[in-house]
């Protein structure tokens, strides 16, 4: 058996379940998500948990049996925790704001990018060189995140640009040659 698709998922008090047929609906504090499951997959609720099951132990019901589990209970913390992403932004004149909803980036091309945050997500900015993508789908704030992190990726030499809060980017040397002069 796979070793995270037997975890039973704990469900809070705070969080109602509902199962028809193959759609799964999870409602929490932090309001309500749901997923088409896969129809090999059987999910049921026992007893204050949620129990993944699958039919065979073909390679790919064993596949989709983790998966399916990891799908269920990252719905789970995201309507009662949710989730966040953190990004920084490195380069002199390189900063982000808030314009209503919108966050508009200032990454040294000709014009501002904004970028329109689709429903269930938000933009929180620290300070203009530190912003966090938060809301209760874990698949969305990292799919923001990353189209967010795409408009300037951080280049190898001077480390500008827009990276994860905490990515270690690999720097490159530049010019050897300069120094010296030529000969």
């Not at 995270?4 to 929490?28: F, N, W, Y």
Request: aromatic letters at 4%; charged letters at 25%; proline letters at 6%.
């Amino acid at each position: 058996m796979s070793r995270i698709g037997r975890m039973p998922i704990a469900i809070p008090s705070t969080v109602d379940v509902t199962i028809e047929g193959r759609r799964l609906t999870v409602t929490g504090p932090k309001g309500t998500l749901s997923r088409e499951l896969h129809p090999d997959m059987s999910v049921s609720q026992e007893d204050g948990t949620i129990v993944v099951s699958r039919p065979t132990e073909q390679k790919t019901h064993r596949q989709l049996h983790g998966l399916t589990r990891t799908l269920v209970n990252n719905m789970v913390v995201g309507v009662t925790d949710g989730y966040r992403k953190g990004l920084e932004i490195t380069g002199v004149g390189y900063r982000a704001a808030k314009v209503g909803e919108k966050l508009q980036l200032n990454l040294g091309y000709s014009h501002p990018i904004e970028i329109d945050p689709p429903a269930g997500i938000s933009f929180e900015l620290e300070n203009p060189t530190r912003l966090t993508v938060v809301g209760i789908d874990k698949e969305l704030v990292g799919q923001i995140a990353a189209r967010v992190r795409a408009t300037r990726k951080p280049e190898p030499y001077k480390g500008k640009g827009v990276r994860y809060a905490g990515e270690q980017v690999r720097r490159k040397a530049g010019k050897a040659g300069k120094i010296g002069g030529k000969k």
